[in-house]
C-alpha cells in the first residue's frame, strides 16, 4: 500500500510526499524488497516520504501484545536495513498517530454498510477466517482511506489487490466534500512503477511471494543461510522439458524470474541454455538460486541483527517519526473539525 501527494512548499517547488503502509504480520521478504522498498530507497532522495508500519490494520487478526509489538519492531529494523533512512523519510507507527482513527471514525459515519459488505477483501477474508469475522474487516477500506488522506494524498501507487480500496477511498473523499460543501480532500489516483515494479514468485509453484501461503513460500530478508537451502531445495519444480525450446510452465518460469533478480547474467543464460536443450538439472540451478540468494541477503541479515541490538537508536527513529508524522496529521483533523463544526467554546 503506498501512498503520495503533491505540494508547493515554501522554497516555491513542487514536491511529491509519498506515503507507504505495510502491516506488521512477519518478516519482510524478497517480495516486499524488490515490489517495493527498493522504490521507495530511491524515492526517498527525491521526495518527502512517509513510511509507516500498520499495527491497527494487523488487530483484526487478534495478536497478542507481545506479537504485536516484536512484529512492529521487527518491521521498523527492517525498514531500516533495507536502506530506509530516518534522516530523509519519516518512518513512523500508525498508532503512533492517533488522528488517523479519529479520521477513521468520521469516515465510518459517511460509509455504508452495503458498499464496505460488497468489498473484495472482506468476502474474501469471511471465507478464510469464518470465526472471525470482525467489524474491522468490514470498516477495512476506511482505515486504508484514513491512512491515505490524513497527509491529502493525490497520487497513491497499488497492487492489482488494492485497486479497489482505492476506488473507495475516492468515493469516501468525495462524499465528505459534498457532504459539507467543501473542496478540502483531493481526489487520490493510482501511480504506476511502470518497469520498476518487479514481481517476484512464490517457491511454492504459483502465485507471488508472500506471508499468508506459509514460510516456505518466501525468502525472508533475515532468513540464515540453511533455512535459504532448505527452502529453495524444496521449490516447485516438473520432470523437466522433452522437446528443445519448450515453453516453460509457470513452476519453471517462477524459478528464472528468481534467478533474474539475485543471479548474473551469464548464471541466468547459462540454465536458460540448458532447459532449451533438454540438459538442465534442477538441482544444480536450485543450488545455484539459493546461494546466490544467500549472497544478496547477507547484507540485510547482518544490519537486522545489528539493530535489534541497539534498542536506543530503534527507540529514537520511532520517536522523531511519530513527531513529524502527527505534526502533518494534526493539521487536516484541526481543519476537518472545523468543517464538520466541532468547535471548542
Excluded: W
Excluded at 221 to 240: H, N, Q, Y
Amino acid at each position: 500500500m503506498i501512498f503520495s501527494e503533491f505540494i508547493f512548499n515554501s522554497t516555491k517547488k513542487t514536491m511529491e510526499i509519498v506515503v507507504s503502509g505495510i502491516r506488521p504480520t512477519g518478516n519482510l521478504h524478497l517480495g516486499n524488497y524488490f515490489g517495493a522498498l527498493k522504490n521507495f530507497i530511491s524515492m526517498q532522495n527525491e521526495h518527502d516520504c512517509y513510511f509507516f508500519i500498520a499495527d491497527y490494520h494487523s488487530l483484526t487478526t487478534h495478536p497478542t501484545p507481545h506479537d504485536l509489538h516484536g512484529n512492529v519492531k521487527q518491521v521498523l529494523v527492517e525498514y531500516l536495513a533495507a536502506g530506509l533512512d530516518p534522516e530523509k523519510a519519516t518512518l513512523y507507527i500508525q498508532s503512533d498517530v492517533p488522528e488517523t482513527a479519529e479520521l477513521y471514525l468520521f469516515l465510518n459515519m459517511n460509509a455504508y454498510i452495503g458498499e464496505l459488505e460488497r468489498c473484495t477483501s472482506f468476502k474474501d477474508k469471511i471465507r478464510q477466517q469464518p470465526q472471525n469475522v470482525n467489524a474491522g474487516l468490514l470498516t477495512y477500506p476506511t482505515l486504508m482511506a484514513a491512512d491515505i488522506i490524513i497527509h491529502k494524498a493525490t497520487k497513491v501507487p497499488v497492487g492489482k489487490d488494492q485497486e479497489q480500496h482505492l476506488e473507495m477511498t475516492r468515493q469516501f473523499a468525495n462524499r465528505f466534500n459534498r457532504l459539507y460543501n467543501v473542496d478540502y480532500f483531493p481526489e487520490p489516483q493510482a501511480y504506476n512503477f511502470g518497469k520498476s515494479l518487479v514481481r517476484i514468485p512464490g517457491l511454492l509453484g504459483s502465485g507471488k511471494m508472500g506471508k499468508s501461503e506459509g514460510e516456505g513460500n518466501a525468502i525472508f530478508l533475515a532468513d540464515e543461510p540453511a533455512a535459504i537451502r532448505k527452502k529453495v531445495m524444496r521449490a516447485v519444480t516438473d520432470s523437466g522439458p522433452t522437446i528443445p525450446n519448450q515453453e516453460k510452465p509457470e513452476t519453471i518460469q517462477n524459478l528464472f524470474q528468481l534467478m533474474s533478480v539475485v543471479s548474473s547474467k551469464d548464471a541466468v543464460n547459462h540454465f536458460n541454455d540448458l532447459y532449451n536443450n533438454c540438459q538442465i538439472r534442477y538441482g544444480d540451478m536450485k543450488k545455484q538460486l539459493a546461494e546466490d540468494m544467500i549472497r544478496f541477503t547477507t547484507p540485510f541479515r547482518e544490519r537486522i541483527k545489528e539493530l535489534l541490538s541497539d534498542e536506543a537508536y530503534i527507540s529514537k527513529v520511532a520517536r522523531m517519526g511519530k513527531e513529524k508524522a502527527r505534526a502533518s496529521a494534526a493539521k487536516t483533523i484541526q481543519e476537518v473539525r472545523e468543517i464538520i463544526g466541532f468547535k471548542s467554546f
